[in-house]
């Protein structure tokens, strides 16, 4: 296992269901992130906290909701979503500042909307 | 608005070989570029991270280079072996915390 620690490993929803993703890191890093890979396409970048405070929603549709009650803990809160929801979700953590930092990626959800 | 290109798409050579992938960028104004390799159906493992101001970083059989002003890097893998069979993604690292990602060059290491 990474540094970075996510659960569930596997998800299936149906459309009408709620559901919640967490992440975890040990690394002591006080940014954390999500990200959607998506088949074929790019890994892209959802929402950004540092320091527990939202910094970036990269205009994610509001059925994703994230929660960071501390620098160590990152959820997404799943509601209503959409077929083409289905992906992997990866939470990623990294120093929030300075010349070093790199980011350390968790093994991910993969998430299938039914 | 920064894209990161990775060629080629996908990659069989047999084991042994040592190979190049490239991974090219369209704005220079990066703060560290990173690569990762990924397996099927699994998270990032973070395998070389570059300063914008360094030229090349090594660890092990992978040496990855760096030249900003062209917009280009390049990950040699020496002596591949089948346990390296994964997609490798590039990630460039930009000023407020953006990480663009390429599509990824799927190798494959034929025994």
């Known amino acids: 296992e990474t540094g970075v620690t996510q659960t569930p490993r596997h998800l299936v929803m149906g459309m009408t269901n709620k559901k919640s993703l967490k992440c975890e890191q040990h690394?002591?890093?006080?940014?954390m992130y999500w990200y959607k890979q998506s088949a074929k396409k790019p890994l892209e970048l959802m929402f950004v906290?540092?320091?527990?405070?939202?910094?970036e929603n990269n205009s994610v549709p509001s059925r994703f909701s994230p929660e960071c009650p501390n620098s160590s803990h990152l959820f997404l809160h799943l509601h209503t979503l959409q077929p083409e929801d289905s992906a992997l979700y990866l939470c990623?953590?990294?120093?929030?500042?300075?010349?070093?930092?790199?980011?350390?990626f968790g093994s991910g959800t993969r998430l299938t909307v039914v | 608005k920064q894209e990161v290109t990775q060629i080629p798409a996908a990659l069989s050579v047999p084991e042994g070989e040592n190979l190049v992938l490239n991974c090219s960028f369209t704005?220079?104004?990066?703060?560290?570029l990173q690569w990762f390799r990924q397996d099927p159906g699994k998270g990032l493992t973070s395998l070389l991270l570059?300063?914008?101001?360094?030229r090349e970083q090594t660890s092990g059989r992978l040496n990855a280079s760096l030249d900003k002003s062209s917009g280009r890097s390049t990950l040699y893998i020496a002596a591949s072996q089948p346990g390296d069979s994964a997609t490798y993604l590039c990630?460039?690292?930009?000023?407020?915390?953006?990480?663009?990602f390429g599509q990824g060059t799927r190798l494959t290491i034929n025994p």
């Open positions: 990623a953590s990294s120093q929030a500042r300075g010349p070093h930092y790199g980011y350390t």
């Open positions: 690394l002591g890093h006080n940014a």
């Open positions: 906290y540092n320091f527990k405070e939202q910094t």
């Open positions: 704005d220079s104004a990066i703060y560290n």
């Open positions: 570059i300063q914008s101001s360094q």
């Open positions: 990630a460039v690292i930009q000023g407020a915390q953006k990480l663009v």
